[in-house]
């Protein structure tokens, strides 16, 4: 298995800037639910109402990767490939921090979905 940026024997500096830019992201989308939820009391027509519901969903959920992120750099397991257990690129990680999986797991994990059969991820 190769070292992931996480790993044991890799200086915690190389895992600040990562926890700074989740830090970041963590912030903006608790401000975004907040200013989402102090609108969803205000009325609107109904059309503005379900574009609130969405954003917001999808604010909970990017809030949720950015959380298990920063726990997966808590436990030491940040860039690691929670399938093959390989080191995530640092390039990937740069470009999506909250990523779960190396490119070549997660294309075949995107190709099973894509082809309806299922894909488990190891716990």
Not at 7 to 26: C, I, K, V, Y
Request: hydrophobic share 40%; with cysteine.
């Amino acid at each position: 298995m190769n070292q992931g940026i996480g790993s044991p024997g890799r200086s915690a500096l190389d895992l600040e800037p990562f926890r700074r830019e989740l830090n970041l992201q963590r912030r903006f989308r608790l401000e975004q639910l907040g200013t989402l939820f102090n609108e969803a009391n205000l009325p609107c027509p109904a059309a503005q109402a379900e574009v609130r519901a969405v954003l917001a969903a999808g604010a909970q959920q990017a809030l949720a990767e950015i959380e298990a992120a920063l726990a997966r750099l808590s436990r030491g397991r940040f860039g690691n490939c929670e399938l093959c257990g390989n080191s995530i690129s640092v390039h990937q990680l740069e470009a999506i921090p909250t990523t779960r999986f190396c490119l070549r797991c997660d294309h075949r994990r995107q190709a099973k979905f894509n082809s309806g059969n299922e894909f488990s991820v190891r716990g």
